[in-house]
């Protein structure tokens, strides 16, 4: 679940409107913070946009720009996405949610990219579809609904919803998820 935190905490930084694409974090290095080393393992060594951030799922920058964002802000936005409770379903069974108690800079910093969190993968469907669909967070449903039964809840602007798509993109043709892009393709042909 790693580089998938990428995509809330970079939609939760430019919903802030403190970032934008063009944003720079410098992922020129390592981060050495307490005994532990951050690195990237697309490593760029240069200062990468927000953009760029994305597209080579940057763990440096990530965790320099929440740093930016700070942990009140991250965490904050994780509850607003459902990410610090179970999810409630027609399953009598949900999974809590495991994440620091105490979220002190060094959480900040590896949430960023998907380490000290632990969420079910219904949480990551949840939440990405919420920030692809134009930023609305709908609970997840074994039975069919309709929209007067279930409006959702905005979690994003609309706007930022739109740049990640484009993000998401942008890293499926270009970054580190073409890959996986040529794959589905080459089983679908």
């Known amino acids: 679940q790693g580089s998938t935190f990428k995509i809330f905490n970079t939609a939760m930084a430019l919903d802030t409107g403190r970032v ?10 390592p981060i050495k913070i307490d005994r532990f080393t951050i ?8 200062p990468l946009n927000v953009a760029e951030l994305f597209k080579f799922s940057s763990n440096i920058a990530s965790a ?5 964002m700070g942990s009140e802000t991250q965490k904050a936005f994780f509850d607003k996405i459902g990410f610090l409770k179970p999810l409630n379903t027609q399953l009598t069974e ?7 108690r105490n ?36 609970s997840p449903s074994l039975v069919k609904r309709t929209a007067a039964s279930d409006p959702g809840r ?5 706007k930022t919803s739109v740049m990640m798509r484009q993000l998401l ?5 270009e970054g580190t998820g ?12």
């Open 20 to 29: 934008n694409l063009t944003t720079v974090f410098d992922a020129t290095s």
């Open 39 to 46: 690195n990237d393992d697309h490593a760029q060594r240069r």
């Open 64 to 68: 320099k720009m929440e740093v930016e």
């Open 94 to 100: 949900s999974a809590a949610p495991l994440y620091p």
């Open 103 to 138: 979220w002190m800079k060094i959480n900040t910093m590896t949430i960023a990219f998907g380490h000290g969190i632990s969420v079910t993968p219904l949480h990551l469907a949840t939440g990405s579809a919420a920030v692809i669909n134009g930023g609305t967070l709908f």
């Open 154 to 158: 905005r979690v994003i602007q609309a």
């Open 169 to 173: 993109r942008l890293n499926a043709v």
């Open 178 to 189: 073409k890959n996986l892009q040529h794959e589905i393709t080459r089983e679908n042909s």
